[in-house]
């Protein structure tokens, strides 16, 4: 398992066999942790430095926290952004914590916290 950047970030599946890496480019790799092999790769912007990743309740969805304060829900089978929240101008995401099927709550390094809809954006 390797990135060409340093790694900022990791989440594991529920079940443990999936893992989510992210670098400080935004570039995330799914990876199959018994093999190791990377199932998918979504380019980053290379402005976008990821902070916090976490698998969605629905595990068909990984959650992204970046370091300007955006968050992203990825569709892991597309690979698109299926939803995305912009918090305040400063600060990054430190924590994410998916609350409900449609509850998101972030923590940032503004002192802020948001609970976001995640079927909304707001």
Request: proline residues 1%; contains cysteine; aromatic residues 6%.
């Amino acid at each position: 398992m390797f990135h060409e950047e340093a790694v900022h970030a990791l989440a594991f599946s529920e079940d443990s066999e999936i893992l989510a890496s992210g670098d400080k480019t935004g570039e995330i790799k799914i990876w199959k942790v018994q093999s190791g092999k990377c199932l998918k790769k979504i380019a980053g912007t290379g402005s976008e430095s990821i902070s916090q990743m976490k698998f969605g309740i629905d595990p068909s969805h990984l959650i992204v926290g970046y370091s300007k304060n955006i968050i992203k829900i990825f569709g892991l089978k597309s690979s698109a952004v299926l939803m995305e929240f912009r918090g305040s101008k400063d600060g990054c995401v430190n924590e994410l914590l998916n609350l409900s099927t449609e509850e998101l709550l972030s923590a940032g390094s503004d002192g802020l916290i948001h609970i976001w809809n995640s079927q909304t954006g707001e």
